[in-house]
């Protein structure tokens, strides 16, 4: 079992840079690959980054690639998203969770644990 929850949105201008946390409880955090996803108003969940158990593995989405850097510290239990140059569609509701697939887990029903989301809103 893993507990997550995510820290760090917030209201920020275009352009400008957020970070974001998710911490994990359980002892097999570190056995996890980790994602974050983000569902914007009346869309569907969306895959932004994915890491996989050590950090040699990392996919982005092309939304935000060049953009978004994923990384984690396992003992610290907890995964990062430094988002970088931010644009308007980026706004959203933002999701950590935890897969037990090695790696290349892009969609949601790859994820068996999920975090309550923090909300990321990017002004023009």
């Known amino acids: 079992q893993v507990q997550l929850v995510e820290s760090g949105g917030g209201l920020v201008q275009a352009g400008g840079s957020l970070g974001l946390s998710c911490a994990g409880s359980?002892?097999?955090?570190?056995?996890?690959?980790m994602g974050w996803f983000r569902q914007a108003p009346g869309k569907e969940r969306e895959f932004v980054a994915t890491?996989?158990?050590?950090?040699?593995?990392?996919y982005y989405a092309d939304s935000v690639k060049g953009r978004f850097t994923i990384s984690r510290d396992n003992a610290k239990n907890t995964v990062y998203l430094q988002m970088n140059s931010l644009k308007p569609e980026d706004t959203a509701v933002y999701y950590c969770?935890?897969?037990?697939?090695?790696?290349?887990?892009?969609?949601?029903?790859?994820?068996?644990?999920w975090g309550q989301g923090t909300h990321v809103t990017v002004s023009s």
């Open positions: 969770a935890a897969s037990g697939y090695a790696t290349e887990a892009f969609t949601t029903n790859r994820y068996s644990y």
């Open positions: 890491i996989n158990w050590i950090g040699t593995k990392i």
């Open positions: 359980g002892r097999t955090f570190n056995t996890y690959s």
